[in-house]
Nanobody, 119 residues
Framework: QVYLVESGGGLVQAGGSLRLSCAAS????????MGWFRHPPGKEREFIGG????????YYTTAGRGRFTISRDNAKNTIYLQMNSLKPEDTAIYYC????????????WGQGTQVTVSS
């Protein structure tokens, strides 16, 4: 079992930056991928990008490529989502999730953290 807790959300003005954190516990993440998702109001949940824990390799969809950066801190068992040049359309609940290496589905999810970008 992997337990995930997101934090760092809040209200930010357009053009600003925000860094979200996701603290993991329960077991080692060495054999896991971690991912960031977001769920804008009235829209479908979308995948932002992920990171392979063992080597730090990151990958992004169009939702996250360019302005967002995913990183990890091994000592803190935590991943981060650095968001720059935020836009009102980035407003969403942001979730982190975990999946075992080579699994198709993310099996473990955090509770989410609200990000609101004002114009």
């Amino acid at each position: 079992q992997v337990y995930l807790v997101e934090s760092g959300g809040g209200l930010v003005q357009a053009g600003g930056s925000l860094r979200l954190s996701c603290a993991a516990s329960g077991r080692s993440l060495w054999n896991f991928h971690m991912g960031w998702f977001r769920h804008p109001p009235g829209k479908e949940r979308e995948f932002i990008g992920g990171i392979k824990w063992s080597d730090g390799h990151t990958y992004y969809t169009t939702a996250g490529r360019g302005r967002f950066t995913i990183s990890r801190d091994n000592a803190k068992n935590t991943i981060y989502l650095q968001m720059n040049s935020l836009k009102p359309e980035d407003t969403a609940i942001y979730y982190c999730a975990a999946r075992y290496n080579n699994n198709d589905d993310y099996d473990y999810w955090g509770q989410g953290t609200q990000v609101t970008v004002s114009s």
